[in-house]
C-alpha cells in the first residue's frame, strides 16, 4: 500500500517550524519527551513560558515518520503566544484534523499530545506549581 | 513532474528497444498460432518459439528442449515445487527451503505445508548466505525436494548453488533453484551446476513481463506433476497457448544477455563501487549482506539514525525500494533483513538500491546526493541524533 500524505502534512514534513533546543536546565522551559526509537517515533518537545503564563517560545526535534515530525512542527507554531492552561487542554484531535491524519497516522497526534503534556507538567514542576 | 532517477531494477526493467522490435511482428502480420500445424502461419510461430527457446538454453548451458515457457517466474516456482512434491509424494513429503526465499517459494511452501508436506526453512547466518553445513544437516530420508534462490531479490547475494546442489546429488534430493534475480547477472552453466529444476525470469533481464521459463532436466530426468491442464502444451508440462511475442521478447532479452554480461557487469560493479563510496561517507551506514558475494547490480544499505518512512518519503528524486513494507496500520520490516539479524529500525531504514543496463554514472551521483540531502536533514531533525552527538562530542573532550 502506498502511504499517503495530506498537503499540509507533507508542507511541515518538508518545511519544518520550529525545529531546535532551548536550554532544559532553565527554570521558564518545560521539556517533554514521547516514544521510542524501539517503537518508530520519538518528539521532543519544548516550551519557554513567561512571567504573565504565556508560552514565549516553543520548539521540536523529532525522530520518526513523516507524520510526527509534522505534528510537532505544527504544535510549536500553534501552542506559542498561547496561555499555559489554554495549551495545556489542547488534544490530539486538532492536531490530526490540521494535518488531515488518516487513522493509521492517529496515533503520531497522540505522541505529539503526550509531548507536550510531558513539557507543561515539567515546567509546572520547575515553578513548584502543583499539577 | 520530472521523473526520479529509476535505481529499482530489481524489482523490474524497462524492456530493451532490440527486444521490442523483436516482438512487434509477432503480435501484427505474424500472429498465427504456434500449436496450428496445418499452415505457415502456426509453422513460421513454431519457428520463432524454437529459436527462443533455444536462446533461452544457451543462456544457462541447458538444452532447448529442458525450457518450459511459463507467464514468469513466480508461475515456475508453482510449477517446480509443486509439481515436484505430488509427482514424490509417494516418496517422502519433507522440503528444505531458506527463510530468506522470494515470498513465491515461501507461499508455495505454505502451500504445500497445507497439503500435508513437512517444510524445513532453514536460517541464514549476518552474510545472508546458506551454509553448506546447515543445508546438509536439514537433509533427511524423507527429504525429497529442496529449493534455494541463486541471488536473493532484497541484498543481492549469490549462494553457493554448485555446492548445495552437489549435496542434494548426494542425498538423491531433488534441487530447484529461483533464478530470477541471477540470468544476465552471472554465469549460469546448468551442463556443469547439479540443479534440476530452475525458474527464469523475463522482466528483470529487459524482457517483457507475463514471461518466464522453468528449466527442467532431462538427464537424470526430472517429472512433474502439470499444474495448469489443457492442450497438453509444452510436453504437457504446461497448458496454453504459446505467447509467441512474449516468448520471442525472452529469448531476444536473454540472447543480448548472454553477448553483453562481461561488458556489462564490470561496467554495472563500477557504478555499484561509486554509489557505496559516496555514500559511505556518511555516519552509521551499514551494508545488509555479504559484499563480495553479491551481484554487483545490488547495493542494499541500512541508516542509523533515520527513520523508514520518513527516509522514503524524502527521497522523491530517485525510484528505489525500501526494507519496509506497508501495511494499512504500520510499516513492516523486511522479513529477509530481519533474518540477517538487524533491528527493527534498522531493517525499516534500509534501502535497496538496484543498478541495470540503463544506470549512468549522472544517476549515481544524483543518487547520492539526494539520500545525502534526506539523511542529513532527517538527522538534523531527530533528538537521540543530537543526544548521541554531544555524547561522543562529550568523549572526546575527556580523552
Known sequence: MRMVYSKALLDHFESPRGVGRLDASLPQVGTGNAGAYETGGVLRLQIQVDQAGTIAAACFKAYGPPALIAAGSWLTQHVQGRRLDEAGALTHQPVAQALEFAPAQLHWAMLAEDALRGAIRNYKEKQGIHV | ?399
Not at chain 2, 551442463?191 to 523475463?202: E, F, N, R
Open chain 2, 1 to 399: 513532474m520530472q521523473h526520479p532517477v529509476y535505481l529499482d531494477y530489481a524489482s523490474t526493467t524497462p524492456v530493451d528497444p532490440r527486444v521490442r522490435d523483436a516482438m512487434l511482428p509477432w503480435l501484427t502480420e505474424k500472429f498465427g498460432n504456434p500449436a496450428s500445424t496445418t499452415h505457415s502461419y502456426g509453422w513460421e510461430a513454431e519457428e520463432a518459439v524454437e529459436a527462443a527457446r533455444e536462446q533461452v538454453a544457451l543462456l544457462v548451458g541447458a538444452e532447448a528442449r529442458e525450457i518450459v515457457f511459463t507467464s514468469g517466474a513466480t508461475e515456475s516456482n508453482n510449477l517446480a515445487l509443486k509439481g515436484a512434491a505430488h509427482q514424490l509424494a509417494q516418496r517422502g513429503r519433507h522440503i528444505v527451503t531458506v527463510c530468506t526465499e522470494h515470498k513465491a517459494v515461501l507461499d508455495t511452501c505454505r502451500e504445500l505445508e497445507r497439503q500435508g508436506f513437512a517444510v524445513t526453512r532453514l536460517p541464514v547466518p549476518a552474510s545472508g548466505i546458506v551454509e553448506p553445513d546447515t543445508f546438509a544437516a536439514a537433509l533427511r530420508p524423507d527429504t525429497i525436494l529442496a529449493s534455494v534462490m541463486a541471488v536473493n531479490n532484497e541484498i543481492g547475494v549469490v549462494q553457493d548453488i554448485p555446492t548445495l546442489g552437489a549435496v542434494c546429488r548426494q542425498h538423491g534430493v531433488l534441487f530447484h533453484v529461483d533464478a530470477a534475480q541471477a540470468t544476465g547477472k552471472l554465469p549460469i552453466d546448468l551442463a556443469v551446476w547439479p540443479v534440476d529444476l530452475m525458474s527464469i525470469s523475463a522482466h528483470k533481464m529487459y524482457g517483457p513481463k507475463g514471461i518466464g521459463a522453468l528449466y527442467v532436466r532431462r538427464k537424470p530426468r526430472v517429472r512433474l506433476v502439470a499444474q495448469m491442464h489443457g492442450g497438453g502444451h509444452e510436453k504437457g508440462f504446461r497448458s496454453g497457448t504459446l505467447p509467441t511475442h512474449q516468448i520471442v521478447g525472452l529469448g531476444e532479452a536473454a540472447r543480448l544477455a548472454r553477448l553483453e554480461m562481461r561488458d556489462e557487469l564490470p561496467r554495472i560493479q563500477a557504478l555499484r563501487d561509486r554509489l557505496w563510496q559516496g555514500l559511505s561517507t556518511l555516519e552509521q551506514v551499514w551494508v545488509n549482506g555479504d559484499m563480495q558475494q553479491r551481484v554487483p547490480h545490488n547495493l542494499n544499505v541500512s541508516f542509523g539514525h533515520v527513520e523508514g518512512e520518513a527516509l522514503m518519503a524524502g527521497l522523491r528524486n530517485i525510484a528505489v525500494s525500501s526494507g519496509s513494507a506497508c501495511t494499512s496500520a504500520s510499516q513492516e520490516p523486511s522479513y529477509v533483513l530481519r533474518a540477517l539479524g538487524r533491528s527493527d529500525p534498522l531493517a525499516l531504514s534500509s534501502i535497496r538500491f538496484s543498478l541495470g543496463r540503463m544506470t549512468t554514472e549522472q544517476h549515481i551521483d544524483a543518487a547520492v546526493l539526494e539520500v545525502r540531502r534526506v539523511v542529513e536533514r532527517l538527522r538534523n531533525l531527530s533528538p537521540l541524533w543530537e543526544d548521541e552527538l554531544q555524547e561522543s562530542a562529550h568523549a572526546d573532550g575527556v580523552q
